[in-house]
Protein backbone atom coordinates (compact mmCIF):
# COMPACT_ATOMS: atom_id res chain seq x y z
CA UNK A 1 0.00 0.00 0.00
CA UNK A 2 0.90 3.08 -1.22
CA UNK A 3 2.64 5.42 1.80
CA UNK A 4 -0.17 8.55 3.02
CA UNK A 5 1.49 11.81 3.37
CA UNK A 6 -0.09 13.17 6.30
CA UNK A 7 -1.68 16.33 6.27
CA UNK A 8 -0.85 17.91 9.99
CA UNK A 9 2.29 18.40 11.90
CA UNK A 10 2.59 18.95 15.86
CA UNK A 11 3.14 22.89 16.43
CA UNK A 12 6.72 23.44 16.53
CA UNK A 13 6.42 27.05 17.85
CA UNK A 14 4.22 25.69 21.18
CA UNK A 15 7.00 23.36 21.47
CA UNK A 16 9.87 25.76 21.23
CA UNK A 17 7.65 28.01 23.96
CA UNK A 18 7.28 25.20 26.28
CA UNK A 19 11.35 24.60 26.33
CA UNK A 20 12.00 28.12 27.72
CA UNK A 21 9.61 27.75 31.02
CA UNK A 22 11.16 26.45 34.16
CA UNK A 23 9.33 23.52 34.06
CA UNK A 24 11.11 22.90 30.31
CA UNK A 25 14.63 23.78 31.95
CA UNK A 26 14.02 21.13 35.17
CA UNK A 27 12.91 18.74 33.00
CA UNK A 28 15.98 19.07 30.79
CA UNK A 29 18.39 19.09 33.88
CA UNK A 30 16.26 15.90 35.26
CA UNK A 31 17.13 13.72 32.17
CA UNK A 32 21.31 14.53 33.42
CA UNK A 33 21.13 12.92 36.79
CA UNK A 34 22.82 10.02 37.72
CA UNK A 35 20.56 7.48 38.05
CA UNK A 36 23.04 5.62 40.26
CA UNK A 37 23.69 8.14 43.39
CA UNK A 38 22.02 6.88 45.76
CA UNK A 39 21.57 10.24 47.55
CA UNK A 40 18.57 11.93 47.31
CA UNK A 41 17.77 14.46 44.85
CA UNK A 42 17.90 17.94 46.27
CA UNK A 43 15.60 20.26 44.19
CA UNK A 44 16.71 24.05 44.75
CA UNK A 45 15.19 24.55 41.32
CA UNK A 46 11.92 24.62 41.55
CA UNK A 47 9.55 27.21 43.73
CA UNK A 48 7.39 24.61 45.51
CA UNK A 49 8.48 24.21 48.87
CA UNK A 50 4.82 22.41 49.37
CA UNK A 51 6.46 18.81 48.92
CA UNK A 52 8.69 19.14 52.10
CA UNK A 53 6.92 18.73 55.82
CA UNK A 54 8.40 22.20 57.64
CA UNK A 55 6.08 23.88 54.50
CA UNK A 56 2.39 22.26 55.17
CA UNK A 57 -0.59 24.91 54.82
CA UNK A 58 -2.83 25.79 57.41
CA UNK A 59 -4.97 23.48 58.43
CA UNK A 60 -8.00 26.00 58.41
CA UNK A 61 -7.42 25.65 54.62
CA UNK A 62 -7.92 22.73 54.46
CA UNK A 63 -10.73 22.51 57.02
CA UNK A 64 -12.04 25.54 54.65
CA UNK A 65 -11.70 22.41 50.95
CA UNK A 66 -13.48 19.90 53.47
CA UNK A 67 -15.97 22.07 54.38
CA UNK A 68 -16.79 23.49 51.09
CA UNK A 69 -16.52 19.67 49.30
CA UNK A 70 -18.42 18.32 52.25
CA UNK A 71 -21.72 21.24 51.82
CA UNK A 72 -22.55 19.67 48.17
CA UNK A 73 -23.06 23.87 47.41
CA UNK A 74 -20.14 23.46 45.11
CA UNK A 75 -20.97 20.83 42.25
CA UNK A 76 -22.16 22.68 39.60
CA UNK A 77 -20.52 24.96 36.85
CA UNK A 78 -19.28 27.90 38.21
CA UNK A 79 -19.88 31.70 36.93
CA UNK A 80 -17.25 32.30 34.13
CA UNK A 81 -15.55 35.13 35.86
CA UNK A 82 -15.94 32.91 39.98
CA UNK A 83 -18.12 32.33 42.57
CA UNK A 84 -19.46 35.80 43.97
CA UNK A 85 -18.46 34.99 47.70
CA UNK A 86 -14.92 34.34 46.40
CA UNK A 87 -14.18 37.54 44.48
CA UNK A 88 -15.55 39.57 47.16
CA UNK A 89 -13.48 37.60 49.88
CA UNK A 90 -10.11 38.73 47.69
CA UNK A 91 -11.34 41.88 46.75
CA UNK A 92 -11.85 42.56 50.95
CA UNK A 93 -8.69 41.00 51.29
CA UNK A 94 -7.09 43.25 49.00
CA UNK A 95 -8.53 46.03 50.33
CA UNK A 96 -6.77 46.56 53.15
CA UNK A 97 -3.96 48.23 51.60
CA UNK A 98 -5.14 50.26 49.03
CA UNK A 99 -6.70 53.98 49.12
CA UNK A 100 -9.88 52.84 47.31
CA UNK A 101 -11.90 50.17 47.50
CA UNK A 102 -12.44 47.11 45.39
CA UNK A 103 -15.58 45.46 44.46
CA UNK A 104 -16.11 41.74 43.56
CA UNK A 105 -16.49 42.88 39.81
CA UNK A 106 -12.86 43.70 39.78
CA UNK A 107 -11.93 40.03 40.76
CA UNK A 108 -11.68 36.99 37.81
CA UNK A 109 -10.80 33.97 39.12
CA UNK A 110 -8.22 31.88 37.19
CA UNK A 111 -6.90 28.45 37.31
CA UNK A 112 -3.37 29.91 39.48
CA UNK A 113 -1.31 32.49 38.50
CA UNK A 114 -0.02 30.93 35.35
CA UNK A 115 -3.69 31.15 33.73
CA UNK A 116 -3.66 34.71 35.21
CA UNK A 117 -0.73 35.27 33.15
CA UNK A 118 -1.76 33.95 30.00
CA UNK A 119 -5.18 36.12 29.86
CA UNK A 120 -3.61 38.86 30.54
CA UNK A 121 -1.17 39.11 27.70
CA UNK A 122 -4.15 37.52 25.52
CA UNK A 123 -6.28 40.99 26.26
CA UNK A 124 -3.98 43.30 25.70
CA UNK A 125 -2.48 41.09 22.46
CA UNK A 126 -3.19 43.04 18.84
CA UNK A 127 -1.19 42.60 15.77
CA UNK A 128 2.43 44.68 16.02
CA UNK A 129 1.43 45.29 19.73
CA UNK A 130 4.95 44.65 22.42
CA UNK A 131 4.86 44.11 25.61
CA UNK A 132 7.68 45.22 28.41
CA UNK A 133 8.95 42.18 30.26
CA UNK A 134 12.18 42.47 32.74
CA UNK A 135 15.49 41.13 32.79
CA UNK A 136 15.75 39.21 34.85
CA UNK A 137 12.59 37.76 35.07
CA UNK A 138 9.81 34.56 35.06
CA UNK A 139 9.94 32.96 31.79
CA UNK A 140 6.61 31.95 31.35
CA UNK A 141 5.76 35.68 29.82
CA UNK A 142 7.82 34.54 27.39
CA UNK A 143 6.67 31.41 26.69
CA UNK A 144 2.54 32.97 26.62
CA UNK A 145 4.08 35.91 24.37
CA UNK A 146 5.87 33.82 22.09
CA UNK A 147 2.59 31.61 21.74
CA UNK A 148 0.58 34.78 20.73
CA UNK A 149 3.22 36.18 18.50
CA UNK A 150 2.91 38.98 21.32
CA UNK A 151 6.71 40.70 20.52
CA UNK A 152 8.65 40.92 23.79
CA UNK A 153 11.26 43.91 25.02
CA UNK A 154 13.39 43.37 28.13
CA UNK A 155 13.88 45.95 30.43
CA UNK A 156 16.87 45.64 32.80
CA UNK A 157 16.81 45.26 36.53
CA UNK A 158 19.33 46.91 38.21
CA UNK A 159 22.05 44.48 40.52
CA UNK A 160 23.65 47.58 41.82
CA UNK A 161 20.61 49.45 42.80
CA UNK A 162 18.51 46.65 44.55
CA UNK A 163 17.34 45.18 41.32
CA UNK A 164 15.47 48.08 40.66
CA UNK A 165 13.70 48.95 37.38
CA UNK A 166 15.29 50.94 34.60
CA UNK A 167 12.84 53.73 33.97
CA UNK A 168 15.30 55.02 31.59
CA UNK A 169 15.63 51.74 29.43
CA UNK A 170 11.62 51.19 29.55
CA UNK A 171 11.78 54.78 28.42
CA UNK A 172 14.06 53.78 25.43
CA UNK A 173 12.31 50.93 24.81
CA UNK A 174 8.51 52.30 24.25
CA UNK A 175 6.65 52.94 21.50
CA UNK A 176 3.57 53.25 20.13
CA UNK A 177 2.70 49.69 20.06
CA UNK A 178 3.86 49.48 24.22
CA UNK A 179 0.91 47.82 25.80
CA UNK A 180 1.91 47.12 29.05
CA UNK A 181 5.05 46.54 31.11
CA UNK A 182 5.27 43.39 33.74
CA UNK A 183 7.14 43.93 37.31
CA UNK A 184 7.41 41.34 39.57
CA UNK A 185 7.53 41.86 43.45
CA UNK A 186 8.43 40.37 45.36
CA UNK A 187 10.77 39.28 43.06
CA UNK A 188 10.89 36.14 41.30
CA UNK A 189 14.17 35.28 40.70
CA UNK A 190 16.26 38.23 42.49
CA UNK A 191 14.18 37.94 45.79
CA UNK A 192 14.06 41.71 46.00
CA UNK A 193 11.17 43.59 47.03
CA UNK A 194 10.40 47.40 45.55
CA UNK A 195 10.01 50.52 48.06
CA UNK A 196 6.73 52.40 47.90
CA UNK A 197 9.05 55.34 46.20
CA UNK A 198 10.24 53.32 43.32
CA UNK A 199 6.89 51.94 42.62
CA UNK A 200 5.85 55.44 42.25
CA UNK A 201 8.59 56.37 39.75
CA UNK A 202 7.02 53.44 38.06
CA UNK A 203 3.65 54.15 37.92
CA UNK A 204 4.42 57.48 36.89
CA UNK A 205 6.59 56.35 33.73
CA UNK A 206 4.02 53.90 32.87
CA UNK A 207 1.13 56.78 32.36
CA UNK A 208 3.88 58.82 30.57
CA UNK A 209 4.07 56.14 27.98
CA UNK A 210 0.19 55.54 28.20
CA UNK A 211 0.34 51.81 29.16
CA UNK A 212 -0.57 50.13 31.96
CA UNK A 213 1.28 47.72 34.73
CA UNK A 214 0.76 43.92 34.85
CA UNK A 215 1.57 43.52 38.63
CA UNK A 216 2.61 39.83 39.57
CA UNK A 217 2.19 39.64 43.45
CA UNK A 218 2.05 35.98 43.60
CA UNK A 219 4.64 36.36 46.57
CA UNK A 220 2.72 39.09 48.01
CA UNK A 221 3.77 39.85 51.68
CA UNK A 222 6.37 36.74 51.74
CA UNK A 223 9.15 39.66 52.72
CA UNK A 224 12.07 39.39 55.62
CA UNK A 225 14.11 42.53 55.03
CA UNK A 226 13.48 46.25 55.68
CA UNK A 227 11.68 47.01 52.77
CA UNK A 228 8.06 46.42 53.35
CA UNK A 229 5.89 44.90 50.75
CA UNK A 230 3.73 47.49 48.54
CA UNK A 231 0.96 46.79 46.44
CA UNK A 232 0.84 47.97 43.11
CA UNK A 233 -2.66 48.78 43.09
CA UNK A 234 -1.60 51.53 45.28
CA UNK A 235 -0.90 53.80 42.15
CA UNK A 236 -3.92 53.26 40.64
CA UNK A 237 -4.85 56.54 40.45
CA UNK A 238 -2.17 56.96 38.39
CA UNK A 239 -1.86 54.41 36.21
CA UNK A 240 -4.48 51.27 35.85
CA UNK A 241 -3.18 48.09 36.54
CA UNK A 242 -3.39 44.35 36.27
CA UNK A 243 -2.54 42.83 39.57
CA UNK A 244 -1.96 38.87 39.21
CA UNK A 245 -2.44 36.53 42.82
CA UNK A 246 -2.55 33.02 43.84
CA UNK A 247 -2.79 31.56 47.03
CA UNK A 248 -0.56 29.35 45.67
CA UNK A 249 2.65 30.65 47.35
CA UNK A 250 1.55 32.41 50.29
CA UNK A 251 -0.56 29.87 51.65
CA UNK A 252 1.51 27.12 50.28
CA UNK A 253 -1.17 25.18 48.14
CA UNK A 254 0.29 25.44 44.04
CA UNK A 255 -1.53 22.94 43.28
CA UNK A 256 -4.77 23.67 43.93
CA UNK A 257 -4.58 26.05 41.25
CA UNK A 258 -6.65 29.50 42.65
CA UNK A 259 -5.39 32.57 41.51
CA UNK A 260 -6.98 35.72 40.71
CA UNK A 261 -6.59 39.04 37.97
CA UNK A 262 -7.57 42.32 40.06
CA UNK A 263 -8.69 45.39 38.04
CA UNK A 264 -6.92 48.48 40.17
CA UNK A 265 -8.37 51.15 38.00
CA UNK A 266 -10.54 53.88 39.95
CA UNK A 267 -10.76 56.01 36.60
CA UNK A 268 -12.15 53.44 34.13
CA UNK A 269 -9.40 53.58 31.82
CA UNK A 270 -9.48 49.34 31.53
CA UNK A 271 -13.40 49.77 30.74
CA UNK A 272 -13.18 52.29 28.20
CA UNK A 273 -10.53 50.57 26.10
CA UNK A 274 -12.15 46.94 26.11
CA UNK A 275 -10.03 45.17 28.17
CA UNK A 276 -12.01 44.48 30.58
CA UNK A 277 -14.46 43.06 27.63
CA UNK A 278 -10.98 41.09 26.35
CA UNK A 279 -10.70 39.60 29.77
CA UNK A 280 -14.39 38.48 30.15
CA UNK A 281 -14.27 37.26 26.71
CA UNK A 282 -11.26 35.04 26.67
CA UNK A 283 -12.48 33.42 30.56
CA UNK A 284 -15.64 32.47 28.54
CA UNK A 285 -13.75 30.26 26.07
CA UNK A 286 -11.36 29.28 28.99
CA UNK A 287 -11.33 26.40 31.92
CA UNK A 288 -11.99 27.66 35.04
CA UNK A 289 -10.92 26.87 38.53
CA UNK A 290 -12.47 23.88 40.51
CA UNK A 291 -15.86 25.12 42.18
CA UNK A 292 -15.42 23.51 45.37
CA UNK A 293 -12.00 25.68 45.64
CA UNK A 294 -13.56 28.49 44.69
CA UNK A 295 -16.37 27.88 47.33
CA UNK A 296 -13.24 27.52 50.41
CA UNK A 297 -11.85 30.97 49.49
CA UNK A 298 -13.79 32.65 51.96
CA UNK A 299 -13.08 30.47 54.47
CA UNK A 300 -9.14 30.29 53.78
CA UNK A 301 -8.88 33.91 54.09
CA UNK A 302 -11.14 34.54 56.62
CA UNK A 303 -9.67 31.90 58.82
CA UNK A 304 -5.68 31.46 58.90
CA UNK A 305 -4.14 32.82 61.23
CA UNK A 306 -1.60 35.71 61.22
CA UNK A 307 0.91 33.06 63.39
CA UNK A 308 0.59 31.01 60.31
CA UNK A 309 2.27 33.48 58.11
CA UNK A 310 4.85 34.76 60.68
CA UNK A 311 6.15 31.03 60.70
CA UNK A 312 6.29 30.28 57.25
CA UNK A 313 8.17 34.18 56.90
CA UNK A 314 10.36 32.88 59.51
CA UNK A 315 11.38 30.07 58.19
CA UNK A 316 12.22 32.15 54.78
CA UNK A 317 14.53 34.33 56.96
CA UNK A 318 16.55 31.45 58.52
CA UNK A 319 16.50 29.88 55.11
CA UNK A 320 17.92 32.50 53.11
CA UNK A 321 20.47 33.84 55.61
CA UNK A 322 21.82 29.70 55.69
CA UNK A 323 22.14 29.93 51.55
CA UNK A 324 23.75 33.41 51.58
CA UNK A 325 26.12 33.01 54.07
CA UNK A 326 27.23 29.29 52.80
CA UNK A 327 27.03 31.05 49.43
CA UNK A 328 30.06 33.62 51.08
CA UNK A 329 32.61 30.81 51.88
CA UNK A 330 32.23 29.30 48.20
CA UNK A 331 34.88 31.49 46.40
CA UNK A 332 33.65 31.02 42.97
CA UNK A 333 30.41 31.62 43.16
CA UNK A 334 28.78 34.80 45.08
CA UNK A 335 25.58 36.93 45.85
CA UNK A 336 25.51 39.90 44.47
CA UNK A 337 22.55 40.87 46.96
CA UNK A 338 20.95 39.20 49.73
CA UNK A 339 17.39 38.48 49.22
CA UNK A 340 14.26 40.28 51.00
CA UNK A 341 11.66 38.43 49.92
CA UNK A 342 10.23 35.48 47.73
CA UNK A 343 11.96 32.06 48.02
CA UNK A 344 14.91 32.50 45.64
CA UNK A 345 18.23 33.80 45.37
CA UNK A 346 20.20 34.61 42.38
CA UNK A 347 23.74 33.40 42.21
CA UNK A 348 26.92 34.70 40.38
CA UNK A 349 29.19 32.33 38.95
CA UNK A 350 32.74 33.48 38.24
CA UNK A 351 33.84 31.29 34.90
CA UNK A 352 37.36 32.18 35.03
CA UNK A 353 37.95 30.43 38.15
CA UNK A 354 36.67 27.11 37.52
CA UNK A 355 37.85 24.52 35.21
CA UNK A 356 35.54 22.63 32.50
CA UNK A 357 32.49 24.52 33.30
CA UNK A 358 31.36 26.76 29.80
CA UNK A 359 28.52 28.59 31.20
CA UNK A 360 25.35 28.80 33.36
CA UNK A 361 23.84 25.66 31.74
CA UNK A 362 26.78 23.70 31.80
CA UNK A 363 26.89 24.06 35.42
CA UNK A 364 23.71 23.22 36.62
CA UNK A 365 24.02 19.90 34.26
CA UNK A 366 26.68 18.78 35.55
CA UNK A 367 25.86 20.35 39.00
CA UNK A 368 23.25 17.88 38.85
CA UNK A 369 24.75 14.45 37.26
CA UNK A 370 27.79 14.78 39.41
CA UNK A 371 25.53 15.75 43.16
CA UNK A 372 21.99 14.97 42.08
CA UNK A 373 21.35 18.36 43.18
CA UNK A 374 18.83 20.70 40.84
CA UNK A 375 19.57 24.68 40.80
CA UNK A 376 18.06 27.07 37.41
CA UNK A 377 20.27 28.35 35.18
CA UNK A 378 20.46 31.95 35.16
CA UNK A 379 19.61 31.90 31.30
CA UNK A 380 16.23 30.42 31.63
CA UNK A 381 15.43 33.69 33.69
CA UNK A 382 17.63 36.18 31.12
CA UNK A 383 20.34 36.20 33.72
CA UNK A 384 23.52 34.31 31.57
CA UNK A 385 26.40 33.03 33.63
CA UNK A 386 23.92 32.77 37.26
CA UNK A 387 22.20 30.43 38.73
CA UNK A 388 18.52 30.96 40.91
CA UNK A 389 18.75 28.86 43.99
CA UNK A 390 15.61 27.88 45.65
CA UNK A 391 15.86 28.15 49.93
CA UNK A 392 12.12 27.28 50.38
CA UNK A 393 12.47 23.79 51.35
CA UNK A 394 13.77 21.68 54.80
CA UNK A 395 17.02 23.49 56.24
CA UNK A 396 18.23 19.78 56.13
CA UNK A 397 17.64 19.44 52.93
CA UNK A 398 19.27 23.06 51.37
CA UNK A 399 21.73 22.43 53.89
CA UNK A 400 22.63 19.50 52.56
CA UNK A 401 22.15 20.56 48.84
CA UNK A 402 24.99 23.88 49.52
CA UNK A 403 27.36 21.34 51.38
CA UNK A 404 26.99 19.27 47.52
CA UNK A 405 27.33 22.82 46.05
CA UNK A 406 30.11 23.87 47.71
CA UNK A 407 32.30 20.27 47.37
CA UNK A 408 31.21 20.51 43.27
CA UNK A 409 32.61 23.95 43.13
CA UNK A 410 36.09 22.79 44.86
CA UNK A 411 36.39 19.54 42.65
CA UNK A 412 36.16 22.12 39.74
CA UNK A 413 38.08 25.26 40.49
CA UNK A 414 41.49 25.90 38.79
CA UNK A 415 44.52 24.48 40.46
CA UNK A 416 46.01 27.72 40.33
CA UNK A 417 43.43 29.54 42.07
Excluded at 40 to 68: E, K, N, Q, Y
Excluded at 103 to 112: E, F, I, K, M, R
Excluded at 275 to 303: D, H, M
Aim: hydrophobic residues 40%; proline residues 6%.
Amino acid sequence: MESKRWCFQGNQDLQKASAITIGGVLAMLRGNLNKDDPRPLIPLGHGDPSCFPSFRTAAAAVDAIVTALQSHEYNSYAPIVGVLPARRAIADHLNRELPYKLSPDDVYLTVGCRQAIEISLAALNRPGANILLPRPGFPTYEAYAASKNLEVRHFDLLPDKDWEVDLDGIEALADENTVAMVIINPGNPCGNVFSYHHLKKVADTARKLGILVIADEVYDHLTFGSTPFVPMGVFGSIVPVLTLGAISKRWLVPGWRLGWIVTTDPNGILNQTGVVKSITSILNISQYPATFIQGAVPRIIENTKEDFFTKIIGMLREAADICCNTIDEIPCISCPKKPEGGMFVVVKLNLTMMEGINDDVDFCMKLANEENVLVLPGAAVGMKNYVRITFACELSSLEDGLTRIKAFCKRHIKINQ
